[in-house]
T-cell receptor, first 111, second 115 residues
Framework: QKEVEQNSGPLSVPEGAIASLNCTYS??????FFWYRQYSGKSPELIMS????GDKEDGRFTAQLNKASQYVSLLIRDSQPSDSATYLC???????????FGTGTRLQVTL | SAVISQKPSRDICQRGTSLTIQCQVD?????MFWYRQQPGQSLTLIAT?????????ESGFVIDKFPISRPNLTFSTLTVSNMSPEDSSIYLC????????????FGSGTQLSVL
């Protein structure tokens, strides 16, 4: 069974700090990796995608992928209270956009 | 990204009844999916809504319980049939982004409570 594992948290970081969110996956055939942000009571919002090993930066967000270790992470620099949300890791093993989601990590950015 | 409208946004239903959820997209999309997010859980794919043919269901989901229609490339419905309290969940419509690359965008969701 394909699995995506995340620490449920909450992960608490002070405003301005770096938040590090981690995700592991079981299917070595996985090709595409995504991070979604979900505010309470809202639907998931795509914030990052990554397809090859290494780092990908977009503004304050950096996604990191290591396929050998089956590990993907999301770094949020200069964390803001508005970043407080649940972050979902999603993985696609190459079957027509069918994503497997982790249970999410709840991030709390404190003042 | 496509604008995805879902309705109703929430409903409270009685056990044994059925509810149909509508999903409207502002542009034609090839791939459309229905997900469920149970309380405190992550998203689980129910089925792929295929235009003009029967939906493709994931393991654990069946057509009799979750009939899906997709009459065109901008619209789909999901019906939750013969509801029980275990069906209380958020139901989400999602579409693949233009150009593919497996990027999914989600509708605003339907929060269903079954008494």
């Amino acid at each position: 069974q394909k699995e995506v594992e995340q620490n449920s948290g909450p992960l608490s970081v002070p405003e301005g700090a770096i938040a590090s969110l981690n995700c592991t996956y079981s299917d070595r055939g996985s090709q595409s990796f995504f991070w979604y942000r979900q505010y309470s009571g809202k639907s998931p919002e795509l914030i990052m995608s990554i397809y090859s090993n290494g780092d990908k930066e977009d503004g304050r967000f950096t996604a990191q992928l290591n396929k050998a270790s089956q590990y993907v992470s999301l770094l949020i620099r200069d964390s803001q209270p508005s970043d407080s949300a649940t972050y979902l890791c999603a993985v696609n093993a190459g079957t027509a956009s069918k994503l497997t989601f982790g249970t999410g990590t709840r991030l709390q950015v404190t003042l | 990204s496509a604008v995805i409208s879902q309705k109703p946004s929430r409903d409270i239903c009685q056990r044994g009844t059925s509810l149909t959820i509508q999903c409207q997209v502002d542009s034609q999309v090839t791939m459309m999916f229905w997900y469920r997010q149970q309380p405190g859980q992550s998203l689980t794919l129910i089925a792929t809504a295929n235009q003009g043919s029967e939906a493709t269901y994931e393991s654990g989901f069946v057509i009799d319980k979750f009939p899906i229609s997709r009459p065109n490339l901008t619209f789909s419905t999901l019906t939750v049939s013969n509801m029980s309290p275990e069906d209380s969940s958020i139901y989400l419509c999602s579409v693949e982004a233009e150009g593919g690359a497996e990027k999914l965008f989600f509708g605003s969701g339907t929060q269903l409570s079954v008494l």
